[in-house]
Nanobody, 113 residues
Framework: QVRFVESGGGSVQPGGSLRLSCAAS????????MSWYRQALGKEREFVAR?????GYADSVKGRFTISRDNDKSTVYLQMDSLKPEDTAVYYC?????????WGRGTQVTVSS
């Protein structure tokens, strides 16, 4: 069974940093592209970052967020710097492309002064 467990969220002030982690299981992690998504209250889930033979980012986070992975730990990370209030959302990880039947619970990130 494919499973994602996100962690590392919290409340920070604008300009702060957080590092999210996502532990994956139930599939061959090292052979899969991985991605981060987020969903703000009242909005649709949106793509944030991906890693598979390179990295890619949404324009809104480019230069501030960094995705990485540890295949030995089946874990993908999202380093978030220079956080803005508009980054407030629940953050999810998934494969690339996403497996729509396997979304985890996500981790809440709140950026507020």
């Amino acid at each position: 069974q494919v499973r994602f467990v996100e962690s590392g969220g919290g409340s920070v002030q604008p300009g702060g940093s957080l590092r999210l982690s996502c532990a994956a299981s139930g599939f061959a992690f090292s052979k899969a592209g991985m991605s981060w998504y987020r969903q703000a209250l009242g909005k649709e889930r949106e793509f944030v970052a991906r890693i598979w033979f390179g990295t890619g980012y949404a324009d809104s986070v480019k230069g501030r967020f960094t995705i990485s992975r540890d295949n030995d730990k089946s874990t993908v990370y999202l380093q978030m710097d220079s956080l803005k209030p508009e980054d407030t959302a629940v953050y999810y990880c998934n494969t690339l492309p996403a497996r729509n039947d396997a979304w985890g619970r996500g981790t809440q990130v709140t950026v507020s002064s």
